[in-house]
Structure formats: C-alpha cells, structure tokens
C-alpha cells in the first residue's frame, strides 16, 4: 500500500502510567515515519518528578503491531530527559511501543535502579477542579502567573500529585512539570484559605462600589459650589454660551462623524460619548462600536455582549469564554437555543472553556459563533437534551470528551474546517445514527464514537490516515461507511485494536 503523506504518524499514545518510586514518568510515546523511503522512529517524552535535574534513563521497548502483538524488544536503551532525540526502530511492522524504566542517572551522576523490573501502573483518578465548584473562581486567581491548576493536589503512595496533575516524588520540593513548590499549593490551594480569598474578593468589590458612589457624591457637592459661584456671571455670557453650545458641539459632531469614516473608531466613540444629549450623538457611539466590531470579528453581523448584561458570561484577554450556568438560570435564561457570543466586554470569543454547558440537561439547540476556533475539553458533557450543533465557521478544534454522554444527538455533521477530534469526542452518544466527517479530519482518535449504540453510517469526505484504538467499540448498528470520493483515492488507515466492527462495515465509494 503506498503512503500518501509524509511525515506518517504511526501512533502517538498519552501515557498515564508511573513506577512506584521511580524519578522519572512516560508522558508520551510516539512512532513515526519521516516519509516512504526511511525507517520508523521512536520519539519519547519523560518528565522528572520533582524538582531536581535528570541527565539520563535507561529502558527496556517492547514494540508491537497494529494487534497489539509483540514484533520485537530493544533493551538498555540510553534515552535524554524532556523530549528524546529520535530512536531508529529496528522493526518494520512496530505500530506502538510499551516503556520500561530500568534505570535514572541524575545530573548529579548519582543513580536510580529498578531493581525489581516493576512495570507502571496507573493510579487513581485526581480529583478535577469542576467550574461549578464555588471555590473555582478563587482557586484560577490564586494560581494565575504559578500554574494551571485543573486537579485539586493530593498524595499516592510515596508520592503527591500537582494541580497541574504531574506526579512528584514525596522528596521533591517542587513539581517537575510546572515548578510550583509544594509548600505554596498547601498554603494556597487549603479550602479555608480559598473560602478567605473568594470572601476578601468579595468584599473588595462592595468597598469598590462604596468608594465609587462617595466619590460621585463629591463631584455632585463640588459641581454645585461651582455652578453657585459662576450663576452671577451666567447673564453676562448668555449670548456667548448660546454659540458655543451651538458651533463647538456642530464642530465635535462634525469631526467625530469623519474619525469614524477614517476608520478611527477609538477617537470616534470617545469624541461622540463626550457630546451627551446632542442630536444623535449616543445613537452615532453605540453605531461606531459596532462598526468596530464588525472590523475586528471581521463578519457582517456582530453579537456582543458584556459581562455587566451578561453576568453568566466572563472572558479572559486571551478570548477563552467561561460560563456560570447557575446566573443565567437565575435570570430565566431560555435552553430552547443558546447562541454563543461573538464579543464580550470588547474581547473576541476564541475558545470555549473546559466544562462550558457541562450537566446542562435542558440546552436542546446551540450556534456557535464564527469567532470560536476550539470547543474545550468536556463543553457540551452531560447535555442531555442537546440535539442540534451548529459549527461556526471558524471552529477548528473539538477538545477531548467534548460531546460524552448526548444521548439526544442523531445527525452530527463535522464541517470542512475542524482539523482535530478530542479524545472520547463523542463517546456515549447512544441516540447518534448518523456521522459526516469533514475533509479537515484525517485522524479518528481513541474512543471518540465508543458506544454510539445507534450509530448506522459514516461518511467521509477524504480518506483517512488512522483509527485510535476502540473508537468504534460498542457500534453494532454500524454496517456501512460511504466515502465521498473515487475508490482509487482510498488507503487503508492505521487501525487500532478494538475495531472490528469499522474494519467489517461495507465501504461504498462515490
């Protein structure tokens, strides 16, 4: 079978597994091949446990086929800390490959034995910090700049495990992913601390509110002393005042209307909110915004929104939209059709952030905005009643477990532009009996349409380069797949265990 593009990615697996006592974790292992004409390599990336510097390791790999059969071993392997150089594969038919950590040389020389060959094992799921959790808002401030907190910290046997989920020696000062000191996530990550934190925020805001109205109240008293100083001169000017009321205003107007048509729109929308009341002046500022809006989002049509309007809404400067399902249940939002935004408070919407809509049992219809480049891990999780998705047409991305569990989906049509499919993307969607794939999706990854019960019939608009493991498991319904495209143009994919019921499907060809 001739391969159709270079380089050719065999597999790249996440690894999850650690070694009991053992300096170093697996994260990644990769096997690709450059192009057609050369042999396959190994790419492995290990990171340290801790705070401490890590020369060398030294593993035993396994390698197997695309059945998971062993087709050979190298062993004494000498691999570098961080992501490896790339390791020549003596094996023509290795597809994946298995780590064993023999042994670690720390910078220092001093050395790690695993004396006893213990394999890896995974350990207990961490706990996830949910966006529901009350102390989520407080936990993101409190890490900002430090790390990215998405686990609650806690410790396994001989071990304790950062925020940001890296596991750490029970020696180790700090966190060999992140660096954050395991002494600072005690300190800032204890619930009573957090619970401080958020009411301190909290009460912040209400002194903010106070200051602000005191402060109002002084410009009032201070404008009025002024008006009573100067009313004895207001017949004395009268004249004058008429005309400048008149020709200065006619002037600002008249040279704000041409900052906007010179595309100034900053200079516009100021120049305009300065002249109050006269003529349409509120009317012209709220217009430029839009124009401006239209400028930046570079659509026809532009949905804003701030937070102030919008309070289940907030943003990060970098455009990731956070959503509070429980303020716009409070203010008797509707779950019939739920249109994403595509600005709020001035900021464009780029991505939707991990656990947007998650447990939202009601959403039924949702438009995502053309602005929006990814759908975050687990966004539409437990949207029970969801049954229609329109893509924006900018959406590129659709993140790991991003539709688990929408059991009301039957039809999903992933559109041309959308490159990647997350992890278990649609896995469990028992109501889903139809699946378009775009032209942009080339990959099918591990579990993305694992127990689709439903599902009857795929279609794909390019030929595939791989199928992750079991990410057709548990479709029995699935009996036919229907390729857009002349039978010639077809290669056999990479597919990976669990698949039988893909490789069994009839394929119809256009």
Same mark, same amino acid.
């Given at each position: 079978?001739?391969?159709?593009?270079?380089?050719?990615?065999?597999?790249?697996?996440?690894?999850?597994?650690? =070694?009991?006592?053992?300096?170093?974790?697996?994260?990644?292992?990769?096997?690709?091949?450059?192009?057609?004409?050369?042999?396959?390599?190994?790419?492995?990336?290990?990171?340290?446990?801790?705070?401490?510097?890590?020369?060398?390791?030294?593993?035993?790999?396994?390698?197997?086929?695309?059945?998971?059969?062993?087709?050979?071993?190298?062993?004494?392997?000498?691999?570098?800390?961080?992501?490896?150089?790339?390791?020549?594969?003596?094996?023509?038919?290795?597809?994946?490959?298995?780590?064993?950590?023999?042994?670690?040389?720390?910078?220092?020389?001093?050395?790690?034995?695993?004396?006893?060959?213990?394999?890896?094992?995974?350990?207990?799921?961490?706990?996830?910090?949910?966006?529901?959790?009350?102390?989520?808002?407080?936990?993101?401030?409190?890490?900002?700049?430090?790390?990215?907190?998405?686990?609650?910290?806690?410790?396994?046997? /001989?071990?304790?495990?950062?925020?940001? %989920?890296?596991?750490?020696?029970?020696?180790?000062?700090?966190?060999?992913?992140?660096?954050?000191? &395991?002494?600072?996530?005690?300190?800032?990550?204890?619930?009573?601390?957090?619970?401080? &934190?958020?009411?301190?925020?909290?009460?912040?805001?209400?002194?903010?509110?106070?200051?602000?109205?005191?402060?109002?109240? &002084?410009?009032? #008293?201070?404008?009025?002393?002024? =008006?009573?100083?100067?009313?004895?001169?207001?017949?004395?000017?009268?004249?004058?005042?008429?005309?400048?009321?008149?020709?200065?205003?006619?002037?600002?107007?008249?040279?704000?209307?041409?900052?906007?048509?010179?595309?100034?729109?900053?200079?516009?929308?100021?120049?305009?909110?300065?002249?109050?009341?006269?003529?349409?002046?509120?009317?012209?500022?709220?217009? #430029?915004?839009?124009?401006?809006?239209?400028?930046?989002?570079?659509?026809?049509?532009?949905?804003?929104?701030?937070?102030?309007?919008?309070?289940?809404?907030?943003?990060?400067?970098?455009?990731?939209?956070?959503?509070?399902?429980?303020?716009?249940?409070?203010?008797?939002?509707?779950?019939?059709?739920?249109?994403?935004?595509?600005?709020?408070?001035?900021? =464009?919407?780029?991505?939707?952030?991990?656990?947007?809509?998650?447990?939202?049992?009601?959403?039924?219809?949702?438009?995502?905005?053309?602005?929006?480049?990814?759908? /975050?891990?687990?966004?539409?999780?437990?949207?029970?009643?969801?049954?229609?998705?329109?893509? /924006?047409?900018?959406?590129?991305?659709?993140?790991?477990?991003?539709?688990?569990?929408?059991?009301?989906?039957?039809?999903?049509? *992933?559109?041309?532009?959308?490159?990647?499919?997350?992890?278990?993307?649609?896995?469990?969607?028992?109501?889903?009996?139809?699946?378009?794939?775009?032209? /942009?999706?080339?990959?099918?990854?591990?579990?993305?349409?694992?127990?689709?019960?439903?599902?009857?019939?795929?279609?794909?608009?390019?030929?595939?380069?791989?199928? %992750?493991?079991?990410?057709?498991?548990?479709?029995?319904?699935?009996?036919? *797949?229907?390729?857009?495209?002349?039978?010639?143009?077809? #290669?056999?994919?990479?597919?990976?265990?669990?698949?039988?019921?893909?490789?069994?499907?009839?394929?119809?060809?256009?």
């Amino acid at each position: 079978m001739a391969e159709t593009s270079s380089p050719r990615v065999l597999s790249d697996r996440e690894m999850r597994e650690w =070694i009991p006592a053992c300096p170093v974790q697996v994260k990644r292992v990769r096997l690709v091949r450059p192009d057609p004409e050369s042999g396959i390599q190994l790419t492995v990336t290990a990171v340290p446990c801790g705070d401490f510097a890590v020369d060398s390791y030294t593993a035993d790999i396994d390698y197997q086929s695309d059945r998971r059969e062993s087709v050979g071993q190298s062993a004494g392997v000498v691999l570098t800390a961080g992501e490896s150089a790339p390791v020549p594969v003596p094996f023509e038919k290795a597809v994946y490959a298995s780590i064993l950590i023999k042994s670690v040389r720390y910078a220092s020389g001093e050395v790690w034995e695993n004396a006893d060959a213990a394999p890896g094992k995974r350990f207990p799921e961490q706990a996830v910090v949910w966006q529901t959790d009350p102390l989520y808002e407080a936990m993101r401030r409190e890490c900002a700049g430090v790390t990215e907190a998405r686990y609650w910290p806690d410790e396994i046997d /001989g071990a304790w495990r950062c925020a940001c %989920g890296q596991i750490n020696l029970a020696s180790a000062a700090g966190c060999g992913s992140c660096g954050v000191k &395991r002494a600072w996530l005690a300190e800032h990550l204890d619930r009573d601390h957090l619970t401080a &934190r958020a009411s301190e925020a909290g009460e912040r805001s209400e002194r903010e509110i106070a200051r602000q109205k005191k402060h109002k109240e &002084r410009e009032l #008293t201070d404008r009025a002393k002024a =008006i009573g100083i100067l009313s004895s001169a207001i017949l004395l000017i009268a004249l004058i005042l008429t005309s400048v009321r008149v020709i200065v205003p006619t002037v600002r107007y008249n040279h704000a209307v041409s900052l906007a048509e010179a595309g100034e729109y900053d200079d516009a929308i100021a120049m305009f909110r300065s002249l109050g009341k006269f003529r349409d002046a509120a009317a012209k500022a709220a217009g #430029t915004v839009y124009e401006k809006a239209k400028v930046m989002t570079g659509l026809d049509e532009v949905y804003m929104t701030d937070s102030s309007a919008s309070p289940w809404f907030s943003i990060t400067e970098d455009g990731i939209l956070s959503f509070r399902k429980d303020k716009y249940e409070d203010a008797k939002g509707s779950w019939a059709h739920f249109v994403v935004p595509d600005m709020v408070d001035g900021v =464009i919407v780029r991505e939707l952030d991990r656990n947007f809509f998650l447990n939202c049992s009601s959403l039924a219809v949702v438009t995502i905005s053309d602005c929006v480049e990814v759908l /975050g891990e687990q966004a539409f999780y437990n949207c029970e009643s969801l049954h229609t998705v329109h893509f /924006g047409a900018n959406t590129r991305e659709i993140g790991p477990r991003c539709f688990i569990n929408c059991p009301a989906l039957e039809e999903i049509e *992933i559109p041309d532009q959308i490159e990647r499919l997350g992890l278990r993307a649609f896995n469990k969607c028992t109501g889903l009996k139809k699946v378009v794939l775009g032209r /942009g999706i080339r990959e099918i990854g591990a579990y993305t349409f694992s127990y689709c019960t439903a599902l009857e019939r795929i279609t794909i608009l390019s030929p595939l380069a791989s199928v %992750g493991e079991y990410a057709f498991s548990d479709c029995d319904a699935l009996s036919a *797949i229907y390729c857009r495209f002349p039978a010639d143009e077809w #290669t056999e994919p990479v597919v990976g265990e669990g698949n039988e019921i893909f490789l069994a499907a009839e394929k119809h060809f256009e």
